[in-house]
């Protein structure tokens, strides 16, 4: 009987991911698509979720959840600021698979007015770390907090939509990190 509720996560665990890489592409995809996706009949996808919304504010919540993971993971560990910002880029372009779910409006607003609904407010985590980095010198000064957390949501968007145009992801991941590192270096020389 142990084996029930593992079964019953990973299929919860399969539609929210399908739900992801279906909605975020196209918020008005029939549900149908994403229980497909998840390799689950429709009905399956409906005990667990019985209507869009609640699935999207149980991708929101899941995404939530696992962001903050990603975050607290790449916050590990020493080293200067921006060694510890680079780390938890690193740790973010990993996860662009879930991430991915912000980077469309239209999925994002599936989930208004509920717990999962998407923050607008910095992330004070980065701001402080960022903070950090400005006062060890490996952060430019004067680079501002929001602008650096603007920045590394600016670079994961071209990550995920440039390959699009062909590129391999591993070589997008390589240039984004270079690049964001190059802006916040205090000398990016050094880089």
């Known amino acids: 009987m142990a084996e029930r509720p593992k079964v019953r996560e990973r299929t919860r665990l399969a ?17 149908g698509e994403v229980a497909a996706r998840a390799d689950v009949a429709r009905s399956t996808l409906h005990r667990y979720f019985p209507d869009r919304r609640s699935l999207a504010v149980a991708i929101g919540t899941y995404v939530n959840e696992q962001y903050d993971e990603v975050v607290d993971r790449g916050l590990q560990g020493g080293g200067t600021g921006l060694e510890q ?3 938890l880029y690193v740790e973010l372009t990993d996860r662009l698979d879930l991430l991915t779910w912000w980077m469309n409006p239209g ?13 607008d407010e910095p992330d004070t985590r980065i701001v402080d770390l960022v903070a950090r980095g400005h006062e060890d010198g490996s952060i ?6 929001d602008w ?6 600016s670079t994961l968007y071209a990550i995920r939509m440039t390959p699009l145009s062909g590129a391999e992801g591993f070589d ?3 240039q984004a990190v270079r690049t964001l590192m190059k802006a916040l270096a205090s000398d990016p020389a050094s880089i």
């Open 15 to 31: 539609i929210l991911h399908a739900g992801i890489d279906v909605l975020s592409n196209d918020p008005s995809a029939p549900l």
């Open 85 to 87: 910002f680079r780390r």
């Open 107 to 119: 999925s994002a607003a599936l989930c208004e007015g509920s717990e999962a609904e998407v923050e």
């Open 140 to 145: 430019d000064p004067l680079v501002s907090a």
């Open 148 to 153: 650096t957390e603007n920045l590394l949501w």
């Open 172 to 174: 997008l991941r390589n």
